[in-house]
């Protein structure tokens, strides 16, 4: 055990050491994480959102149309024959 032997300041400065490589390996994962991540963005933007856009663009063809069949509905109850 030849920390024993150590002075107070070097104890410190050891822990304090430890830490900060504790804290360096954590950002490093986060990083490596951070890229996975964004990669799953990426996708997520390539493939999915334009089926949503493309949705969003039927739908309002839909209520284009049934505003139109409503308004030829409603014109055609006012006809008298």
Not at 58 to 64: E, F, G, H, R, S
């Given at each position: 055990m030849v920390y024993k032997n150590w002075s107070v300041g070097k104890k410190f400065a050891a822990v304090f050491a430890v830490i900060l490589l504790v804290i360096i390996a954590f950002g490093v994962y986060l990083m490596s994480e951070l890229k996975v991540v964004?990669?799953?963005v990426t996708s997520f933007d390539e493939v999915a959102l334009p089926g949503v856009i493309?949705?969003?663009d039927?739908?309002?063809?839909?209520?284009?149309v049934r505003r139109t069949q409503y308004a030829l509905l409603g014109r055609d109850a006012n006809l008298v024959i």
């Open positions: 964004r990669g799953g493309l949705s969003s039927i739908q309002y063809d839909v209520n284009t």
